[in-house]
């Protein structure tokens, strides 16, 4: 990630863009006298990708495995790594009537549609525009994010241009059109509440959720309710037992760490709450779901939100 | 290390990280603050990680430091936790989790206004061009709701001239006087020796993160960098100090599996965990002010906490266990530099993209892949894979890589390989 943006900011030189030109010279060159695997001979991005008539590559696509992944994106690594992170292809596409306009492209596949999800939602940004292309697609002024099963694809622009975005949309089209995938809806999400839901607020963390080290694959979606935030949080565990003792395991981290147990009052069952660090924590188990409420800014609101989420899942899983 | 530093008995030590390996969390903690007190019986006093100096700065920052690149926003109880045990170097950057590391930090410091002030905060500009560098500043201040970073990086550097010039020097003086940054410096992980030894020739950077672990800083060129920098009173730390990334895959060929495992059988019988030995390894060097390790929980947390309390040094056998295992393994950790044994060949035969199908091979257990991508040499070069000359490009590895055992292993499993 950051070395993509410093590659952008180079590209925004003239000593940057004569070093592009040579290089994409050189690459030429290269590719037609060498016979490196990451060039277009393989399974790459040119094979699976339509290029728009608008659009033309400037390199051969570069591959990365999780070996080497932090060359391409430092510190950044970690966060695909801890979520199943398979391999990344990346390449430069410019506009053809326009070489200044420049765009990398970055296919990460992650193994599968949940990982693709987590690594996506994460890394979300705040202002951004939600874009009809694939349930899960958002795009700033310079830059266009999406899920497609297990991809995840961001497209970023060396520059702002009012032109560029519908190029990228054209690229994602096709590359959605031209890559077949198994479109299975996400389950959880159905499990959120809906009143009060901020839109695309919700994500997944891979691992190590709150900083529990085990607690791994947990949605959340936050709440706007009376001016404050609350987190909303649903993980799947193997069997109804084992989410019963991720809620009581999770409930002794917060005592252990300065919380204060609470009776909660909520109907329920075995729900337990802490206060800690001036806000308040909920968590519960219904079959194999361990649920909760992070962050709440008062005892009733996190109260009331869980009895909203309790009751959602009961619903969605025909318990109620 | 300081006489500064705080410490525990080893073997009070050896009892926490028993604990902690075993992923007790409650008992850990327990633990690791009654061994801490166990001279003052009496109420919980939290442990405190010891502080080192941070080049010629005149300021100590914690020897062990919290990596941003991770879900920080769901873990303000954990930023909590790292302050009151003294972890409070905190590492994050422009474009770590799209921007919401810098912003979940930024949540804590609006709630834990005071701690501010404890927090040695360091994020990084992806960009040096010095408008730029104004504008990521000026964005990371607003994320960070602080009014100053205590230094500003630019991110992976991996050619000091190229980056840096007087424009950057000039940028660098207005943001101090502007109160914006205190030090300035860089990050590196690609010719960090270089980039060192350059850095300290400016004479007007405060800090340096570099990657450094126990395979690295063997090397004399990483030796005469880090004195170097010493010299010229750069900070520095350490980062990638677990040196994992590769190991995993060539570990699994040959007898180095073995090797590993000893490794670990050898420092539990101590009370180490492996990754607290390696931690403590780059701690011995005094000049390593601090290590920036990424810790997503509160186990690895206080266990690495653990690590920086304890007073123990690694004893010569232990050093030189690390070592037998570094040099064993080293072809296990390419130093990225492909460009010299590949120009033995003149780029025609492509023996990183090679390891590579081996690595997809063996560690990752994706034959078509490697199968796949092996078939994508042509075959006249696939076919003389396993008879060329591999000696002078051996002996330019720095990583003493066995190229032609791994080449005639790509051959082997590779070359008839069908896809089906």
């Known amino acids: 990630m950051i070395q993509k943006n410093k590659r952008i900011e180079k590209g925004e030189t003239f000593k940057g863009r004569l070093i592009l030109l040579v290089c994409v010279l050189m690459t030429i060159s290269i590719y037609s006298t060498t016979i490196k695997i990451t060039s277009a001979q393989s399974d790459d991005i040119q094979s699976i990708v339509t290029i728009p008539q608008s659009l033309k590559p400037l390199n051969s696509p570069e591959v990365f495995g999780p070996d080497n992944l932090y060359e391409k994106i430092n510190g950044q690594a970690e966060l695909y790594l801890s979520a199943g992170f398979v391999h990344l292809k990346s390449q430069w596409f410019a506009e053809a009537e326009n070489a200044d306009s420049l765009f990398e492209v970055y296919v990460y596949h992650m193994g599968d549609g949940l990982n693709a999800f987590s690594v ?102 936050t709440y706007n309710i009376d001016g404050g935030k609350i987190t909303a949080f649903i993980s799947k565990q193997k069997n109804s037992k084992e989410a019963k003792n991720f809620a009581i395991g999770f409930h002794k981290y917060f005592i252990t760490f300065g919380g204060k147990d609470i009776k909660p009052d909520v109907v329920i069952k075995d729900a337990k709450m802490v206060e800690i660090m001036d806000t308040f924590e909920i968590m519960f188990s219904i079959n194999s779901y361990l649920a909760g409420v992070h962050e709440a800014s008062t005892k009733i609101q996190a109260e009331a939100m869980a009895e909203v989420l309790a009751s959602k899942l009961q619903e969605a899983l025909g318990t109620k | ?137 000026n964005t990371s201040l607003e994320r960070l709701k602080t009014s100053y970073v205590d230094m500003f990086l630019i991110h992976q550097v991996s050619d000091v001239n190229d980056e840096f010039n007087q424009s950057t020097k000039a940028w660098v003086e207005r943001a101090k006087t502007e109160g914006k940054i205190k030090f300035f410096g860089f990050s590196t992980h690609t010719n960090m020796a270089q980039c060192l030894m350059d850095g300290a020739k400016l004479g007007w950077i405060d800090g340096i993160m570099t990657s450094y672990n126990y395979r690295l800083m063997h090397a004399d060129s990483m030796k005469r960098a880090v004195e170097a920098c010493t010299k010229a009173g750069i900070g520095l730390t350490a980062m990638k100090t677990q040196a ?50 990424e810790m997503p929980n509160m186990t690895i947390l206080q266990a690495n906490v653990a690590a920086a309390l304890d007073k123990t040094k690694l004893s010569f056998q232990d050093k030189q266990l690390l070592e037998q295992y570094a040099q064993k393994t080293a072809f296990g950790y390419c130093a990225g530099c492909a460009n010299l044994c590949e120009s033995v060949f003149k780029g025609n035969v492509p023996i990183s993209d090679i390891m590579r199908c081996l690595m997809y091979y063996y560690n990752y257990g994706d034959h078509r892949r490697a199968i796949r991508l092996f078939k994508t040499v042509p075959s006249t070069t696939r076919k003389r894979l396993a008879n060329f000359d591999y000696s002078r490009a051996e002996h330019l590895c720095p990583q003493n890589i066995p190229i032609a055992k791994l080449m005639k292993k790509a051959v082997e499993k590779l070359a008839t390989g069908d896809l089906g």
């Not at chain 1, 525009?129 to 297990?150: C, I, M, R, W």
């Not at chain 2, 050896?14 to 009654?34: D, H, P, R, Y």
């Not at chain 2, 919401?100 to 960009?127: L, Q």
Request: with cysteine; charged share 25%.
């Open chain 2, 244 to 293: 994992q990334f590769f190991s995993y895959f060539y570990a699994k060929i040959g007898k180095e599996n073995e090797t590993a495992l000893n490794l670990t059988e050898q420092f539990m019988r101590k009370g180490f965990t492996p990754e607290q030995a390696k931690l403590k390894a780059v701690w011995d060097n005094p000049n390593i002010a601090s290590i920036c390790s």
């Open chain 2, 1 to 137: 290390m300081s006489k500064k530093e705080k410490n525990l008995s080893r073997r009070e030590f050896f009892k926490i990280t028993g604990i902690a390996g075993a992923g007790s969390i409650v008992a850990s903690m327990e633990k690791l603050a009654n061994a801490s007190n166990k001279s003052e019986p009496g109420p919980f006093k939290p442990v405190i990680v010891p502080t080192r100096p941070f080049g010629k700065t005149g300021v100590n920052v914690s020897m062990l430091g919290l990596g941003g690149s991770q879900d920080l926003m769901s873990k303000q109880l954990l930023l909590r936790q790292a302050v009151k045990m003294g972890v409070t170097y905190w590492d994050t950057a422009h474009r770590y989790e799209g921007g919401n590391s810098e912003k979940a930090i930024g949540n804590y410091f609006a709630k834990y206004t005071d701690d501010r002030k404890k927090v040695f905060i360091v994020t990084k500009t992806p960009s040096s061009v010095p408008d730029k560098m104004s504008r990521y500043l």
């Open chain 1, 120 to 221: 996506y939602s994460t890394q979300r940004i705040d202002d951004a525009h939600k874009v009809d292309l694939v349930p899960f697609a958002y795009q700033t002024e310079n830059s266009l994010y999406l899920v497609h099963g297990p991809y995840y694809v961001e497209m970023i622009s060396a520059t702002l241009s009012e032109n560029i975005l519908p190029k990228m949309t054209l690229l994602a089209q096709n590359f959605i059109k031209d890559t077949p995938v198994d479109k299975k809806s996400i389950e959880e999400l159905r499990f959120f509440p809906k009143e009060n839901l901020n839109q695309g607020s919700m994500s997944l963390i891979a691992k190590n959720a709150f900083g529990f080290d085990g607690l791994d694959r947990v949605f959340t979606a």
